[in-house]
């Protein structure tokens, strides 16, 4: 690994590659390659702030492979963005687009930044600063950004708008998760959620499990965590406990699920919802409970807290929330995961509609959205799960290993250029 990349989420992303790069014999010549990012551009963006002062914040774009059609991946804006961590969440995209069968390679972008420090018109400058300085890499044939953890619809408004702007004419596909007035699809924003809960239902039938009898837990509550539960409670789970920065509200009767989050959009933290218990974090994890749904950032299930959970399924919302020795413990607890590039794919599944639908200027309605992400998400679970029945693995396992050959055949089959 280049010392450049060098940080714990990238070396997750590695460790697991490597794991299942090694099961599945793939090609010595290719593991280095699938490794290491195809290109990482690093930009810096002086943005004036309100108060007249220049600041310069530190932004990232990274493909990490473009084999079987143009990058794709969000945009992060947190306080913890790196390289590395930015190259992980590309790899990450890579094998997810190629296990859900979507025509793209991965890639992941992101500004070091807090974005609730920022005023909306700070924001709009760093966002258009940001999408002039990476315009060089990206486009609808070559790279096409979307919302990720601290953007939403209006960062991507600002960011079609500057692409827009520098070719001269309205371009959609440039990005996915837009609003709708500009190309946006219906569903897009929930559908990272819809698809959380459409592969747990699978799971849950599987292991004969009824929705009225399935307590949820979700850790965060941001757009994946807030749909995913607005979902599960629709659906006739019991969401118990779920969580924000400011800890976890928990009521094993069922969270009155509408009135918390209406409460959360009009600004007020957890810690002041009085609807159950409040607990930290790490209690909120290990409370029992059918399905645990970790949405928010990596690496949250640990070698401290995996022997302590107490969930039946794990259904990954977030990239890389489990570590590499809490997969072992909790796959020796006979915990049944639903790896991240599978569980999330939703969000990137509906964001391919978007793009078809922007690219033919033809718009579907929302019964087709879900009916169609339906078809793919539940698919890729039932292929998963097949493969790893009968090869006796994991989950997590026979999804990396789909995803991984699907990337290897299209680099044998394009060969190498020179
Ligand atoms: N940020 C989401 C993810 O991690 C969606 C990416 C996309 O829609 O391109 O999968």
Redesign the pocket.
Known sequence: MIPELDHPTFRLAVAQFDQVAEAMNLDTNLRERLKTPQRSLLVALPIRMDDGNVRVFQGYRVQHDSARGPS?????YHQDVSLGEVAA?AM??TW??ALAGLP?GG??GGVTVDPHTLSLAELERLTRRYAAEIFPLIGPDKD??????GTNQQVMAWFMDTYSQQVGFAVPGAV??KPQSIGGSLG?EE??GRGVVNVTIEALRRKGINLEDTSVVIQGIGNVGSHTAKIFNEAGARVIGISDVTGGLFNPKGLPIDDVLQRRRSGLPLRDIKAGDHLTNDELLTQECTVLVPAALSEQITGNNAERLRCRILTEAA?GPTTMEADAILNDRDVFIIPDILA??G??????F?WVQDVQRFFWNERDIRQRLHTIITSAFHRTLHFAEKKNTTMRTAALMNGIDQVAQAHTARGLYP
């Open positions: 794709k991946g969000g945009l992060r969440l990450w995209m997810k687009t793209y890639a992941k096409i950004p979307a919302t990720d953890i996915t998760g897009r559908a990272t990239n999330n794919s969000g990137v599944i509906v964001s391919y978007e």
